[in-house]
């Protein structure tokens, strides 16, 4: 049995939690956490550069996706359009989500 003492061993950073606005809105009404996100994924890809093609891309293909869904009574979703909306959340859940830089 080995032992390791605690001089030897390096500290670690704690992470930093980071909650994304998926998780945040949770509870609110479906629509309107769709319409937070698709807001929030606009922001994020006014601000990516120009050769940031893939992230371009997933973002502006998840966009391109809930504006089917964002359609129609929002108020009175039928049961195939609010699955959709959740799905849609859920997979869009980590899109432009950042981390933030640790020190070493």
């Known amino acids: 049995m080995s032992t390791i003492k605690g001089s030897h061993l390096r500290k670690l950073h704690p992470v930093a ?6 998780d945040v809105t949770r509870g609110e009404p ?11 994924l606009e922001t994020a890809l006014h ?3 120009a050769d940031a093609r ?3 891309n997933d973002i502006e293909l998840a966009l391109t996706s809930v504006d089917a869904l964002l359609t129609g ?20 859940k980590h899109l432009a989500e950042t981390t933030p830089a640790t020190r070493r």
Not at 17 to 22: F, H, Q
Not at 30 to 40: F, G, I, W, Y
Not at 76 to 92: D, Y
């Open 30 to 40: 479906l629509p309107l956490r769709a319409q937070k996100r698709q807001a929030e």
């Open 73 to 92: 009574n929002l108020e009175k979703l039928s049961a195939v359009t609010a699955a959709g909306l959740s799905r849609w959340l859920e997979q869009s």
């Open 54 to 56: 893939r992230a371009r």
């Open 17 to 22: 939690y980071v909650e994304n606005s998926t």
């Open 47 to 49: 601000e990516l550069p």
